[in-house]
């Protein structure tokens, strides 16, 4: 059974030709400024189809590693410029330098006067190292990261792609943070995606020292003492509840990921609280089959085969035990349930309603599930353009931290004075987010319905 997983996790081909050529421009085949192959040549090359050579050119391109010019082809950029060298630290001893898959250059200088200094460097922190690595193939950090660096690009901004190492977090995550920015003193910015809940204390951290400037993006907690955007997950939770209720269904299950994540709690926590309003508990325990509502255990358990595991368990209760909608609650986690699906022969939508969440519009991802998949889209671009135009905003937003702008209930502002920078920015955003207290961004999400739910079978 396990093998049959590290298929789907196997690197596509367009990554491992990525991987090849980048490791050829690491080696110093190419210099800064000099042609690199053209698609065409890529495909002699490679053996491989016009779509795996142009996608993975695009990537080589978005990374900062290659600048296109427009009838002219591409070329081998000069990152140098971003690669900051150890700096000594307060004992005056040299610091051990970040390994070079943690430093990543992603915006071109292309257009720059040679020696050129940009005047804004922004850090840009993954939660894992491992994200770091398959950003561009990760449908959640990658538009993140589209929408972001759009925003740095209208700015004249570069980002510095970072991630800490996973054993410094875990043994002392402020540490960790503090080296890292001992390395890259000259970052003005750091945007942190999706920090879980126990850094905490690193976050509070950052806040603070003041600089860099620091804003959360795709995370958020209770009284976070940094500027934060992300989507309204635990509204979208309930949103779904409500969904499944309309459509009769009272045997109701939800799988999500790690509760550390503030996404995977504000999403099982909206579900399970609409449930619970309307008299149904996704707590209680089904005959043999454990709770309705589970959260993957750790790191080293994929999410695709966690919801598998559990959905198995779940279905294979008699017709008249077992839930007859889940909600899974990340799209890995729905393809887990899809698998446990198909395996036991189970019809969607006859016999089993399935709701996911994030709406990643790929060829893997239509090809998957039939029928469509009912699912929440976030606004992942928007969210990170919008991060991005913040940092540029940062002496209005400081002010207003300073002059206590914000309602305590965090739903309104005061709008005597003129509208502000980062009220236009709001208004011209699309979907608009809501200001949330005096540092807080929320953006509605979208439930797209399509037809992998439906009313409830007629019981047995």
Known sequence: MATTWRRVREAPVHRRLHDELLARIRKGEWHPGDRFLSENEVIAAYQVSSTTARRALYDLTREGWLTRIQGKGSFVADPSQLQKTSQPDREGAAAEPLPES??????????????????????????TPSVNERLLDDFYFGQLLRGLRLATDETGANLL??????????????????????????????VLFAPPADQGAAVAELARRREPFTI???????????????????????????????????????????????????????????????????????AGGGQWLQYRPGESVWPDNFAQEVALRWLSLPAGQRPTAIFAGGQGLAIGVLRAVRQLGISIPEQLSLVGFDDAVSLHWLEVFDPPLTTVRQPLPAMGHFAGR???????????????????????RPRAAPESAVDRLIRATDPHPLREGKRGFLFPNELVIRGSAAPPPDPD
């Open 390 to 412: 913040l940092l540029r905003l940062r002496d209005e937003l400081e002010r207003e931290l300073t002059a206590g702008v914000g309602q305590a209930d965090g739903r309104a």
């Open 102 to 127: 943690q430093v990543q250059p992603v915006n071109a200088l292309a257009g720059q006067a040679q020696g050129q200094v940009l005047a804004a460097l922004t850090g840009v922190v993954f939660p």
């Open 161 to 190: 792609l970072l991630s800490l190492p996973e054993a410094q977090v875990q043994e002392d995550c402020v540490r960790a943070y503090r080296q890292l920015l001992e390395h890259h003193p000259d970052l003005a910015d750091l």
């Open 216 to 286: 959360v993006v795709g995370a958020h907690w209770s009284d976070m003492p940094v500027v934060w955007v992300d989507s309204d997950n635990r509204t979208s939770g309930r949103e779904i509840a409500r969904y499944l209720l309309e459509l009769g269904h009272r045997r109701v299950a939800g799988v999500f990921g790690l509760e550390v994540e503030t996404n995977s709690r504000d999403r099982a926590d909206g579900f399970r609280e609409t449930l619970a309003a309307a008299g149904v508990d996704p707590l209680g325990r089904s």
